[in-house]
């Protein structure tokens, strides 16, 4: 069982990546996925979350409008479109997995995540 991130880099602000999170060993389809990003010395915080279980998006009021998450069970995996990126958005980015929850407000709260992904890094420059 695993969950790999990938699509990190190094980007001037305004730019753009485009993260992914694939999922092996078993299927994301009654799951919710949630990705995360984690500064060091800072709390990790919920960025936004996609239930392939009820279908429900959520994202945190920062990265409203700029970030788009989906996902493709075909290809078992979940994406995170950062457009717009700030350098406030520097962080190691991390996905992670819950049985069957719906995604709210709670996401980044209270969830047990089963999974975990290793991260990968994003750096936006000035």
């Known amino acids: 069982v695993q969950l790999v991130e990938s699509g990190g880099g190094l980007v001037q602000a305004g730019g753009s990546l485009r993260l992914s999170c694939a999922a092996s060993?078993?299927?994301?389809?009654?799951?919710?996925i949630g990705w995360f990003r984690q500064v060091p010395g800072k709390e990790r915080e919920g960025v936004s979350c996609?239930?392939?279980?009820?279908?429900?998006?959520y994202s945190i009021h920062s990265v409203a409008g700029r970030f788009a998450i989906s996902s493709d069970k075909a290809k078992n995996s979940v994406y995170l479109q950062m457009n717009s990126l700030k350098p406030e958005d520097t962080a190691v980015y991390f996905c992670?997995?819950?049985?069957?929850?719906?995604?709210?407000?709670?996401?980044?709260?209270?969830?047990?995540?089963?999974?975990w992904g290793q991260g990968t890094q994003v750096t936006v420059s000035s």
């Open positions: 060993g078993f299927s994301l389809d009654d799951y919710a």
């Open positions: 992670a997995v819950e049985w069957k929850a719906p995604c709210n407000s709670e996401f980044g709260i209270s969830y047990d995540y089963l999974y």
């Open positions: 996609v239930s392939n279980s009820d279908g429900s998006t």
